[in-house]
């Protein structure tokens, strides 16, 4: 990447200087009422700042990328170093055609009242963007949930965030779809954002529902549970839980947070419902649910003595 744009900056270099000399080797008076050395001039310095500014950016991304601490801060250097270096070309570039950089300025200023007007939805969306890197409500990598869309981040835009959709009309079980989605970044100003993976505590709360019948020796489906949910995610957890109340010390909120997995009970009409209560990241959320299921009902089936499941239901 720098590569490319040192041989940049070495080219505006060359044209900035040719533009000095280039006066003397016109033979031409004029072309189309304007002069020649005019014409040569500016199109050289217009050549300078084009290659002068994609070199800078190319030698100034470069070096911030390779010093970010991650793809999702690479991402976000690169989106900002675009518009900030695209916007300094744009005025530079006005400037040496008009050679009236007040005016530019100025006509600038006009512009953009238009533009408010005129262009009211993609003004509203680069805002979004600005309001997205400041505040972080997401990032590239995320899992998410913006208004009635449902995936993972894969690129933010100034105008759009892109999406690879999670369940949505083919699947389920939050698995992806294939499928990408195309959100306006204008959505996060006036929706609700649900963020599965924030970078400080990329985990949720997850659930796995067994229905046992009321015959059941519930302190013992509940010990098979907990000691189950234990095995397969209970060193992870007490980590990860760690890590939350840390986060949470840092709030005014008061929660008691359980280390290890726990059972609740719920009475249903004709069953008892009980639900394994553990922390997993969100992309292995079925796969974990599906592990436990599977470990929980082969415990359940050896006791039938113990464990008993409701009539309407066949073992």
């Given amino acids: 990447m720098r590569p490319v744009g040192y041989l940049s900056l070495v080219g505006a270099a060359v044209a900035a200087v040719a533009s000095r000399f280039v006066a003397a080797a016109v033979e031409v008076d004029s072309v189309w009422g304007v002069s020649a050395e005019r014409l040569a001039v500016t199109g050289l310095l217009a050549v300078a700042v084009v290659l002068a500014t994609y070199g800078a950016y190319r030698v100034v991304g470069g070096w911030l990328t390779e010093r970010a601490a991650s793809k999702r801060r690479r991402h976000d250097l690169r989106n900002v170093l675009r518009l900030a270096f695209g916007l300094v070309g744009v005025v530079g570039l006005a400037g040496v055609v008009t050679e009236q950089w007040l005016g530019v300025f100025f006509s600038l200023g006009v512009v953009g009242f238009a533009v408010t007007f005129a262009l009211q939805q993609p003004l509203f969306s680069l805002i979004g963007w600005v309001y997205i890197m400041v505040n972080r409500p997401y990032q590239v990598g995320d899992r998410v949930a913006i208004d009635d869309s449902k995936g993972d981040v894969v690129e933010v835009n100034f105008l759009v965030t892109t999406l690879w959709e999670i369940n949505g009309e083919l699947v389920s079980s939050n698995q992806p779809s ?138």
């Fill in 178 to 315: 294939g499928r990408t989605i195309t959100v306006p970044n204008s959505v996060v100003l006036s929706s609700h954002v649900t963020n599965f993976t924030q970078e400080d505590f990329p985990y949720v709360w997850n659930e796995v529902d067994i229905e046992v019948a009321y015959e059941t020796d519930l302190a013992f489906a509940r010990e098979t549970m907990i000691r189950v949910a234990n095995d397969v995610v209970g060193e992870e957890m007490e980590r990860n839980v760690e890590r939350y109340r840390r986060r949470l010390a840092e709030t005014p909120v008061e929660l008691e947070v359980q280390s290890r997995p726990t059972v609740n009970v719920e009475q249903e009409t004709s069953w008892v419902k009980l639900k394994v209560r553990y922390v997993v990241h969100p992309r292995r959320g079925q796969r974990t649910k599906n592990e436990l299921y599977e470990r929980i009902l082969a415990e359940f089936n050896e006791h039938p003595d113990r464990v008993k499941f409701p009539v309407s239901r066949n073992r």
